[in-house]
T-cell receptor
Framework: SAVISQKPSRDICQRGTSLTIQCQVD?????MFWYRQQPGQSLTLIATANQGSEATYESGFVIDKFPISRPNLTFSTLTVSNMSPEDSSIYLCSVESGGANTGELFFGEGSRLTVL | GENVEQHPSTLSVQEGDSAVIKCTYS??????FPWYKQELGKRPQLIIDIRSNVGEKKDQRIAVTLNKTAKHFSLHITETQPEDSAVYFCAALDYKLSFGAGTTVTVRA
């Protein structure tokens, strides 16, 4: 399996501020996926990040709120902008460990954000 | 898009008994069905998966069955142990992986 490092692992943020989460993978991958897991809930795909192109966002998620960067094949960032308490969640970076388009997702440890 | 429903939401079993979790999906084009286990405070981890050209797959005490006609698939855990206590998520892949709501499994010693 890939080794995924996510930073920060957790943070407490003030309403109205923005926070950038970093995801580093130990191997080159075509796609990186950002998921949100609200407290006690399932996993929801925010967007898919491809190197060299704009991220593809899922319904209900917009670039202004969740800007994503993908500068190379091993790194991506997700920013949660203008945070409100409703953004308190675990944000998970993931990659396809079994190869492109296999669907076999391997997740990072997650970034637990609490917005006050 | 794909809609995955998962039942039950909670499941309590006696140690040594079996546990079964069922999921249904809506998109007949979905062709990959993984199961993830998430322990408290940890990341989801893939425990078993099945592709649409297979009806059943087994790995030690866990097995997954798939009925493409009925569009449902199930996770079976036999001889449950306390370390099986976790939240289990099913998922289905069409163009993206869509997850069920999760099942909290508690194994009573």
């Amino acid at each position: 399996s890939a080794v995924i490092s996510q930073k920060p692992s957790r943070d407490i943020c003030q309403r109205g501020t923005s926070l950038t989460i970093q995801c580093q993978v130990d191997s080159q991958v075509t796609m990186m996926f950002w998921y949100r897991q609200q407290p006690g809930q399932s996993l929801t795909l925010i967007a898919t990040a491809n190197q060299g192109s704009e991220a593809t966002y899922e319904s209900g998620f917009v670039i202004d709120k969740f800007p994503i960067s993908r500068p190379n094949l091993t790194f991506s960032t997700l920013t949660v902008s203008n945070m409100s308490p409703e953004d308190s969640s675990i944000y998970l970076c993931s990659v396809e460990s079994g190869g492109a388009n296999t669907g076999e997702l391997f997740f990072g440890e997650g970034s637990r954000l609490t917005v006050l | 898009g794909e809609n995955v429903e998962q039942h039950p939401s909670t499941l309590s079993v006696q140690e040594g008994d079996s546990a079964v979790i069922k999921c249904t999906y809506s998109d007949s084009a979905s062709n990959y069905f993984p199961w993830y286990k998430q322990e408290l405070g940890k990341r989801p981890q893939l425990i078993i998966d099945i592709r649409s050209n297979v009806g059943e797959k087994k790995d030690q005490r866990i097995a997954v069955t798939l009925n493409k006609t009925a569009k449902h698939f199930s996770l079976h855990i036999t001889e449950t142990q306390p370390e099986d206590s976790a939240v289990y998520f099913c998922a289905a892949l069409d163009y993206k992986l869509s997850f069920g709501a999760g099942t909290t499994v508690t194994v009573r010693a």
